[in-house]
C-alpha cells in the first residue's frame, strides 16, 4: 500500500538535482533536529522511513533492519509524479511511501511529517525565502557586463536649399560692385554675363538626402558600488529575519498539526473503546435474552418481563451500531489526516499517569524558552530594526566605480567614481524613522502580551490536566462497583431473585462506568498534548506517554 510523500521544499530538489540524496527525507531530518532543540524532555525515537526501494524494509511492522540506512545511502530518492490518495490531483516531485495499516503514535507522527502538505508548503516557502536572502546578500559585489550591440539605419531628408541659393547669388552680385569702389577706374570692358546667375542656375532650389548603412560595437563594463551607507546589509537583514519568520510559522503549523494527529488518533481509540463496550453489552444482553426466554417458557418471569428483555436487546443492537459507525468515522478522520486510501488501526493506548505533574512553573519556563510564537515576534521586531536602519541611511551617499571599455581595434574607454546624495525628495527620512521606531515598540509591547497570554494557556492546561488525572481516578470505584453489582444481578436472574429489568439497569450503569472513564483517560490525553503544544515541545508528549503507568486496552495490536 502506497500513498505519495508530496511537496518536497525547492531548496530539496535542487540538493537531489546534484545527486545529494539520503536515506530519509530532508526536510523530515530538519523538523526532527529543530524538534530536539525545542524540546528539554528528549522524545523516544520514531521509526525512519525509507524509499521502497531499499529491500530491508518490513512493509508490515515499518521497521527497518540494521544495515538499512547504509543500503539507503546507497539508493537516490526517486522523485516521479504520484496521485494523492485523498483528492486524486497529481502531484510532482514525489515519491511513494510505505504505510502500514496498524500505526503507533510515534508512527504516525513521523509519516505525518512526510505526508503533510501544509508542511511541505510551508518548507517551500522558508527555502523560497532563504533564496531571495541568499541572492541579497551580493549586492554589493562588483556587476561586471558586456555590451555587444549591431544596428542599421537610413537617413533620409529633404533640404530646402532656396534661401542658401539666394544669398549665393546676392553675395556675388554685390561683391563686383564692391570691387569696384576701392579701385582706380578701368577702361569700359565688353558686357560680361551675370556671374551670380550663373551659379545660381546650378544650385538647385532643394536636395534630397539619403544615406543607408550599418554598425556593429562591442564593449566590457564594471560597476562596483563600494559605499552604500549600509543600505544592502539593512536589505539583507530585513529578507533574512523574514526567514526567521517564515520558520516560527512553519513550527507553529508543525505543532498544531502534531496536536491534531493527538486528538483524531486518542478519539479514534476512544471512538473504538465504546464500540467495543457496546458490542459486549449486546453480548451480554443476549446471553440475557436467552436466559429470560427459557425462564418464561418455564413460567418463572411474566411475559412483560420477556418483553422488557426483547426491548433492551433490540436497543442494544442500535446502540451497537451507532457506536460502530462513530468508530468507523473517526478511524477515516485519522486516515485523511495520514493520507491514504486505507483505514489506518491505532495500536497505541489510551494512558494516564499516576504520578503528580511537575510545578506549573516549570511549564511557564518551557514557554517563554520554546514556544514559536515568541520566536515569531522577534522576527517581527527583527525586521523592524532592519527597516530602522534603512530609514537611517535616507541622506547618505552611495559611492560606486565604474569603467567601460569598447572591443574595437582602436579601443575607447572610460573609467572613474561617482558619489551621489539626495538632496531632497522622495520619502521623508523623519516620518519613516518614526514609522520604524513604532514598529520596534509594537513588537516589544506585543511581546509582552504574547508572554502573558502564554502564562494563562500553560495555567490552564495544567490545571485540566490535573483535573482529568483525578475524575479517571476517581471513575476507577465506579467501575468496580457497576462490576460487581452486574455480576450479582446475572446470578440473581438465574436463581430467580432478580429480574431482567435490574439485568439491564445494572448493564446500563457498568456500560456508563466504563464510557466515563475511557472519555477522563481520552481528556487527559488531549489536556497534556495541548499542554506541551502550549510550551511549544509537542515531541515531550511521547515521554510522558512511555511512563505513564495505566494503559487502558486497545483493539489493535501491532
Avoid at 70 to 85: E, G, H, T, V
Avoid at 286 to 302: N, P, S, V
Avoid at 443 to 469: C, M, T
Avoid at 514 to 539: D, F, H, I, K, W
Wanted: aromatic residues 6%; contains cysteine.
Amino acid at each position: 500500500m502506497k500513498c505519495a510523500l508530496s511537496f518536497l521544499p525547492t531548496a530539496m530538489l535542487a540538493t537531489l538535482s546534484l545527486g545529494f540524496c539520503g536515506s530519509t527525507l530532508a526536510n523530515t531530518d530538519t523538523a526532527r533536529q529543530s524538534d530536539k532543540h525545542q524540546n528539554m524532555i528528549t522524545p523516544v525515537a520514531t521509526t525512519q522511513i525509507f524509499d521502497t526501494n531499499v529491500n530491508n524494509y518490513d512493509k508490515n511492522s515499518l521497521t527497518v533492519r540494521k544495515n538499512a540506512p547504509d543500503i539507503a545511502q546507497k539508493n537516490s530518492l526517486k522523485l516521479d509524479s504520484l496521485i494523492d490518495p485523498i483528492t486524486r490531483k497529481r502531484i510532482d516531485n514525489s515519491y511513494s511511501l510505505e504505510v502500514a495499516s496498524f500505526l503507533s503514535l510515534e508512527q504516525a507522527q513521523d509519516i505525518l511529517l512526510q505526508v503533510s502538505p501544509k508542511l511541505a508548503a510551508n518548507q517551500a516557502a522558508i527555502a523560497s525565502s532563504e533564496y531571495q536572502t541568499a541572492a541579497l546578500k551580493t549586492l554589493d559585489n562588483p556587476f561586471v557586463f558586456a555590451q555587444v550591440s549591431a544596428n542599421a539605419y537610413t537617413l533620409q531628408e529633404d533640404i530646402d536649399l532656396s534661401t542658401l541659393k539666394n544669398e549665393v547669388i546676392s553675395g556675388i552680385n554685390n561683391t563686383g560692385a564692391d570691387a569696384g569702389s576701392g579701385i582706380p577706374p578701368i577702361p569700359a570692358l565688353p558686357a560680361l554675363p551675370n556671374f551670380g546667375e550663373l551659379v545660381g542656375d546650378r544650385i538647385p532650389d532643394s536636395y534630397a538626402f539619403k544615406r543607408s548603412g550599418s554598425r556593429a560595437g562591442a564593449g566590457v563594463g564594471v560597476v562596483w558600488p563600494v559605499y552604500t551607507a549600509g543600505r544592502s546589509t539593512a536589505l539583507t537583514g530585513i529578507s533574512d529575519a523574514r526567514t526567521q519568520e517564515a520558520v516560527a510559522d512553519s513550527i507553529l503549523d508543525k505543532n498544531e498539526l502534531y496536536n491534531t494527529l493527538i486528538e483524531r488518533y486518542f478519539k479514534a481509540q476512544l471512538a473504538i473503546i465504546a464500540a467495543y463496550l457496546r458490542e459486549d453489552a449486546y453480548d451480554t444482553l443476549q446471553q440475557t435474552d436467552h436466559m429470560a426466554q427459557r425462564l418464561f417458557e418455564e413460567g418463572f418471569i411474566a411475559r412483560i418481563d420477556r418483553l422488557e428483555a426483547q426491548s433492551a436487546l433490540a436497543d442494544a443492537k442500535s446502540e451497537a451500531i451507532n457506536a460502530n459507525n462513530d468508530a468507523r468515522l473517526a478511524m477515516i478522520a485519522l486516515q485523511r489526516l495520514l493520507r491514504t486510501d486505507y483505514r489506518i488501526k491505532p495500536t497505541t493506548p489510551l494512558f494516564v499517569s499516576s504520578r503528580p505533574l511537575t510545578d506549573v512553573s516549570y511549564f511557564q519556563e518551557l514557554a517563554l524558552n520554546h514556544h514559536p510564537g515568541l520566536q515569531k515576534v522577534a522576527a517581527k521586531r527583527a525586521q523592524a530594526q532592519q527597516l530602522h536602519a534603512l530609514s537611517d541611511t535616507g541622506y547618505k551617499p552611495t559611492v560606486m566605480l565604474y569603467g567601460f571599455s569598447q572591443i574595437d581595434e582602436k579601443p575607447s574607454w572610460v573609467a572613474g567614481v561617482s558619489a551621489s546624495w539626495k538632496l531632497w525628495g522622495g520619502l521623508d527620512k523623519t516620518a519613516s524613522l518614526a514609522s520604524s521606531t513604532a514598529k520596534i515598540r509594537q513588537a516589544d509591547l506585543s511581546e509582552i502580551e504574547v508572554s502573558d497570554n502564554l502564562l494563562l494557556l500553560v495555567e490552564k492546561n495544567w490545571h485540566d490536566v490535573n483535573n482529568a488525572q483525578s475524575r479517571y481516578q476517581a471513575l476507577q470505584s465506579n467501575v468496580d462497583l457497576a462490576a460487581e453489582v452486574l455480576r450479582l444481578r446475572r446470578l440473581g436472574l438465574q436463581e430467580g431473585v432478580n429480574t431482567t429489568v435490574e439485568i439491564v439497569q445494572s448493564q446500563t450503569q457498568y456500560l456508563k462506568a466504563r464510557t466515563e472513564q475511557a472519555q477522563a483517560a481520552n481528556s487527559y490525553v488531549q489536556a497534556l498534548a495541548a499542554l506541551m503544544q502550549s510550551c511549544g515541545t509537542p515531541l515531550a508528549f511521547n515521554a510522558y506517554l512511555n511512563a505513564a503507568d495505566i494503559r487502558l486496552p486497545t483493539l489493535y495490536s501491532e
